[in-house]
Nanobody
Framework: QVNLVESGGGLVQPGGSLRLSCKAV????????IKWYRQTPGKERELVAS???????DYADPVKGRFTISRDNVYRISYLQMNDLNPEDTALYLC?????????WGRGTQVTVSS
């Protein structure tokens, strides 16, 4: 059974940093691309960052230069390092893996940026 668990969210002041983690079990982690999304009430889920099985990365324009996605295939964890956070980054952050066309999601971790 595939299970994704996000952690690391919290309340942070503008300009601060957080590192999110996505732990995967039940999946051959190293062969899959990992994606991080975020969602706020009333808005569509937004793709924030992605990392391929080979380590190639891509970022949404609003987070380029501030967020860094990485992966540890040994421990089956993906990280999202978020720096210089601003209130517009406030959202529920979720990780995603697609296996054979089937999407798997974690429950997310809440990030709130506020003074």
């Amino acid at each position: 059974q595939v299970n994704l668990v996000e952690s690391g969210g919290g309340l942070v002041q503008p300009g601060g940093s957080l590192r999110l983690s996505c732990k995967a079990v039940g999946i051959n982690f190293r062969i899959h691309d990992i994606k991080w999304y975020r969602q706020t009430p009333g808005k569509e889920r937004e793709l924030v960052a992605s990392i391929t099985s080979g380590g190639g990365t891509d970022y949404a324009d609003p987070v380029k230069g501030r967020f860094t996605i990485s992966r540890d295939n040994v421990y089956r964890i993906s990280y999202l390092q978020m720096n210089d956070l601003n209130p517009e980054d406030t959202a529920l952050y979720l990780c995603n893996v697609n296996r054979a066309g089937v999407p798997f999601w974690g429950r997310g971790t809440q990030v709130t940026v506020s003074s």
